[in-house]
């Protein structure tokens, strides 16, 4: 997973904004699953799953599994199981959102994304201006999503007075 990550990671992180100090790591790890408790099987099965986080700055804004499944409680586990969702589902998921056309971007429903990574990745996608983030975001108020716009837009307007400054 490594090799495969590192180069979805760096297709992904070219589509952020430039000024934007945002980061999606993945750090794989292996999880053994009692096979007879969740589906009907004879023994361990093991999964590849992901620890997939993006980070603006400091500040973590999305952490899979961690702020989606929690161990104790089976009605937030997908599919009923626990570690029933694997990285690759979330790569694939990365990847179409880079394979989506941009004026596609902002109506297309990712259906296979289930923890909402393509409202981040939307949000940080320099090929859309702020401005036009910032009305489509609007209605959903998403606290993933605001740090994001916030900087853009904070970002955007320190340059404009950067230039008057320069031209003046």
């Known amino acids: 997973m490594t090799k495969r990550w590192s180069k979805l990671k760096k297709e992904v992180e070219s589509l952020f904004a430039d000024d934007l100090n945002l980061k999606a790591h993945c750090s794989d790890m292996d999880r053994a699953i009692d096979a007879r408790k969740y589906n009907s099987g004879e023994h361990l099965s093991f999964q590849s799953l992901g620890n997939f986080r993006v980070v603006l700055g400091k500040n973590e804004l999305w952490n ?13 586990w997908p599919d009923g199981r626990p570690y029933s969702y694997t990285a690759s589902d979330i790569n694939r998921v990365v ?39 910032e009305a489509h975001f609007r209605v959903s108020n ?8 916030e900087a853009r837009l904070s970002n955007k307007s320190s340059k404009k007075d950067a230039l008057k400054r320069a031209s003046s």
């Open 64 to 76: 899979f599994p961690k702020d989606f499944v929690k161990a104790n409680e089976p009605e937030t």
């Open 95 to 133: 990847r179409e959102y880079i394979d989506t056309p941009k004026s596609e971007l902002l109506s297309k429903q990712f259906n296979n994304d289930l923890f909402g990574i393509t409202k981040l990745l939307l949000a940080a996608d320099r090929r859309i201006a702020p401005e036009k983030l």
């Open 142 to 149: 998403n606290e993933r999503v605001a740090p994001i716009i």
